[in-house]
Structure formats: C-alpha cells, structure tokens
C-alpha cells in the first residue's frame, strides 16, 4: 500500500503514466510527427522503454551521461541537446557513438562549434548536426536569420558533421496564460520558417517544450517533437498551462505532516531536497493533489511549510501527496520512485540518470 512506504518519497502513478505517454504518441502518429522525448525528465530505462514501445523514434537527453545511463533501454538513436566542447568528452562520444544507428549534436554558436570539432576529430567520429535558433528564450542559438545562416555555412564544411535540422527550446511559453498559447506557437513557428529559409536546403524542424508539442505537431516542416515533462506532469502542465488534466499528474510527493506550530501552518517531512527549489507561476513548490487547498509555500532544506486559508487543517501524521511546481528536479533529487496501481505497490525503480550531470 502507499501509506506504508516511508516519506518522503516519490510516486509514479502508473495509470497516468501510460495515458500521458500514449495522449502524446498519439498525436504524433495522428499528424506524421516523430517523437524524441527530452530524457532529463524521467531519466529512467522504464520509462524510456515505454516510449520507444509505443513509437518514439529516438531520445533526447541533457548530457552524455544520461545517454550513457539509458542505454539499456535499448535506444538507438540519441540527440544531446546541449553544448558540447570540451576534449575529455571525445572517448565518451566514442563509445557512446558505437552503440547507436544515429547520434545528432548540438550546435549552437560559431565559437563552439569551433570546439566541438576538436573534440570529433579526437573522437574519430562523425554525427548529425543540429543548428540552434533562439526563439525568445535567449539562452543559446542564433539570434538572427543571418547568423543561422552563416553559421549552417560552417556545419556544411565540417569535416565531422552533417547538418540535419534547425531546433530551439521555447520555454518561455511556461510563462502564458492559456489563451495566448495558440499565438505564441504560430509566432514562433513563423520564426522557425524564417530560420529556416535563410539556412536553406528545406531542413527539419526540432523544435521542444512539453506546453508546445501538441501544438507543434503537424506543421509545416516540424518533423520532430521533443517534449519531456508531459510524461509526468507538474503544476506548470497541470495548474498553470494547463494541458494536463489534474488527475494525470502522475508523479507526486508522499509526505507526512510532522507538527502544526501554530494556526494555518503545517510542517512536512520534505524540503527543498525533495521539491527542488523551483516555484510555480503562482509562487509556491507545490499543491496537495487530493486537498487543493494546501499550498508548499516555503522550504528549508529537510522541512516543507504547508500553508492554507480555508479548508480543514491536516493533523500530526497525516500522510499527504503533493504535486511538485516542477516535476524535472525532482526527480533528479530522487534515487528511486515507487510505482503504484491505484493504491497498490507495483515496483520500485532506479533513477537510472540521477546526477548525470557531465
């Protein structure tokens, strides 16, 4: 039974689990899109074994690491998002090369590229190439059509690289109210033609976010989507967005209310080394999942500080599941998640990628 595991700890509810994996293959199938699902949610071989079963075509991960740390799930093709260049990454480019059909690069400016190549040439291996663009997130990528299409002019003189596709992250779409969600997506897949058409050569588009894919999916020139907390939910997806109902938020904290020192103010056994110290847009770590009305409003490192205004008070003991403001850190704070069926234990599994941070 849940309440018999010790909390805190983290739990997978298997039937939300399956139906948010199967919502989302399905509308890739439905509109002809491939599915590589960002890793550095789950970060475990179950999970990415399920989604290859129901379709995906690859994975994308974060970092080498977690490419190497799900390898078993018997993956073939891997897409690191992230910007590799530094030489102690040739030998684990190698081998990790060795076991897939494909592997896909980021690029995501002239300077790195220039360093990445370096780390090829000491590797010996050749991969895909996929150009950045920035889409107002303003991290990594080519701010201008311009420069996507000087720097597209230097993948195709890599000795190592074959350029394949132009991606971006829009995740500031986590900052909108549902209404100007459809906008947003239109805006910025008219930046990503307009990318596009300066680079040339008709590439794909990769562009990745959980609030965007099914939004994304089936238009003009996206072949692949990359989202990665929709296998989970959170409160962004299911609170905020929202494009997950609540009750397929499969991933929860379980935590025990541990003492009431004074009125409206509980404390739980979880802290920011269970939640993370990410806040949702309403600014608190998370909302109890059967009783809304409980708010993680603040955290030290072993405590959680459960707030409410109205609505019954949770007594000394009680044993409360949570919904994380965001599900990606949690899980990486975790060593194991329980897997339950309704209220019965099914498995234990290993965050096989925790701390895959290199």
């Known amino acids: 039974m849940i309440y018999d595991i010790t909390t ?5 509810d298997n039937g939300a689990l399956e139906r948010n994996l199967r919502t989302m293959q399905d509308r890739c199938d439905q509109t002809g899109t491939k599915l590589w699902p960002h890793c550095k949610t789950h970060k475990m071989v179950p999970v990415l074994k399920r989604q290859l079963a129901l379709g995906a075509a690859g994975a994308t991960v974060a970092k080498i690491g977690e490419a190497e740390a799900l390898l078993p799930s018997g993956v073939r093709n891997i897409f690191i998002a992230h910007s590799i260049v530094r030489p102690d990454a040739a030998p684990r480019l190698k ?6 059909d494909r592997l896909i690069l980021a690029v995501t400016s002239e300077a790195q590229l220039e360093s990445l190549e370096k780390v090829l040439d000491l590797a010996g291996i050749s991969a895909g190439a996929l150009l950045s663009v920035d889409t107002g997130l303003t991290r990594e990528g080519a701010r201008t059509p311009e420069s996507a299409a000087h720097l597209a002019g230097r993948i195709r003189e890599s000795k190592h690289l074959t350029l394949s596709g132009i991606y971006t992250h829009e995740g500031h779409a986590y ?3 549902p209404p100007e969600m459809i906008p ?5 897949h008219r930046k990503l033609l307009e990318f596009r058409d300066a680079v040339g050569g008709g590439l794909p588009l990769w562009p990745g976010c959980s609030i965007t894919a099914m939004l994304f999916a089936g238009r003009e020139a996206v072949e692949v989507v990359r989202p990665g907390s ?3 939910g959170d409160l962004s997806l299911c609170e905020s967005a929202p494009i997950l109902p609540w009750e397929d938020a499969a991933l929860n904290i379980l935590a025990t209310v541990i003492d009431l020192p004074e009125p409206g103010l509980a404390l739980i056994d979880a802290g920011s080394k269970v939640f993370s110290s990410d806040r949702s847009a309403a600014g608190i770590f998370g909302r109890g999942r059967d009783h809304k009305h409980l708010t993680v409003s603040r955290l030290s490192e072993e405590h959680g500080f459960v707030t409410w205004v109205d609505g019954p008070s949770p007594a000394i003991g009680d044993v409360l599941h949570f919904i994380p403001a965001h599900v990606c850190p949690v899980v990486n704070l975790a060593s194991e998640v329980h897997v339950f069926e309704g209220t019965e234990y099914i498995e ?9 941070s290199t």
């Open 8 to 12: 805190p700890c983290v739990l997978i």
């Open 95 to 100: 081998a990790l090369d060795a076991h897939l």
């Open 175 to 177: 900052q909108l109210t």
């Open 184 to 188: 947003f997506v239109e805006g910025i």
């Open 230 to 232: 929709y296998v989970f």
């Open 348 to 356: 234990t599994w290993r965050v096989d990628g925790r701390g895959r």
